[in-house]
């Protein structure tokens, strides 16, 4: 009755997370088919730390995470949207595990901690990543080969290589992407040069490795997430963010819109309209940006 019950749940948790990325059904599972899911995901559930700055707690075990993005229909990030896509993709009958990386983009100075996550998925004899919690940008899952090369349709290149041996510092593995800065969160220096967004390696992850993580992200003083207000989603061609007060909005072939938000209700207008997140006046408020706002 156990093994049946945990059975029934593990369907109707797939019918929700489908229902919330907008997919009918679920894809085959192939590599197509995980390009479908990170799509939908990356397009439909936000990138966002807005709990996090409102002082709130982050967990990134499977039940809480399915809770705040799936049904309270809430973002987050990679932590999170990572171990949901990995815990869906598996559902759905794909070979999932999930990896740690280090964050690369705006080249740090100092070696980074091992604060983002990613998936590793499995067909037959062939590795390839995907991604649905990288708030830099997007990247389309591709094949773990090095000079792997894939295009988004944001007219970006990404390609991976392979750096060094597995447990090197800072990893086996580096993506890098080259393209418009438009549709990035802001960190990408150029339109031209091959930049770095993170590296990994293959290592096997235990959820105490990813609590670590979220942690740090979530508390730790140099993390961006406690630093600043971030919102972003990924468009079918392009990127719209806002950080702290800050709106972009870039689509190919148009001009881009930039803009500072100057109060409160426009701030949660913009959640809303943007990003899909439908926050009260008092949640608002808690928040450090708004907290001293009369709007």
């Known amino acids: 009755m156990e093994r ?62 399915f809770a705040k ?12 949207h990572n171990r949901l896509m990995a815990d869906m993709l598996g559902a759905m009958g794909f070979d999932a595990a999930l990896l740690l990386a280090r964050v690369l983009l705006g080249s740090p100075a100092e070696t980074t901690p091992r604060t983002h996550c990613l998936v590793l998925v499995r067909f037959d004899e062939e590795a390839w990543i995907a991604d649905a919690g990288f708030g830099g940008g997007y990247a389309p899952p ?9 295009g988004s349709m944001d007219g970006a290149q990404h390609r991976l290589r392979r750096i060094g041996e597995e447990g090197s510092i800072p990893g086996a593995w580096l993506l890098e992407r080259k393209g418009p800065q438009g549709p990035t969160d802001g960190r990408s220096a ?34 961006r997430f406690t630093s600043l207000h971030v919102a972003s989603m990924c468009l079918p061609d392009g990127f719209v963010s806002l950080v702290d007060r800050e709106l972009s909005l870039w689509r190919a072939g148009t001009e881009p819109e930039k803009r500072t938000v100057p109060d409160a209700a426009e701030y949660r207008r913009l959640l809303d309209h943007h990003f899909g997140l439908e926050l009260s006046a008092e949640e608002i408020a808690r928040l450090p940006l708004w907290r001293q706002s009369p709007s």
């Open 190 to 223: 150029s339109d031209t040069l091959w930049e770095p967004q993170f590296a990994f390696d293959l290592a096997e992850v235990a959820q105490a490795d990813m609590a670590m993580g979220c942690h740090w992200a979530a508390t730790h003083e140099s993390s």
């Open 142 to 150: 591709m094949p773990l080969e090095d000079g792997a090369m894939v």
């Open 69 to 80: 993005l799936v049904t309270a229909r809430r973002g987050g990030f990679c932590f999170e």
């Open 4 to 65: 049946t019950g945990h059975a029934m749940k593990l369907v109707m948790d797939t019918a929700a997370y489908l229902a919330r990325i907008g997919l009918a059904q679920a894809p085959a599972a192939d590599p197509a088919g995980l390009a479908a899911v990170q799509a939908a995901h990356r397009q439909t559930i936000p990138f966002e730390n807005l709990a996090v700055m409102a002082g709130g707690t982050i967990a990134c075990d499977s039940g809480p995470v």
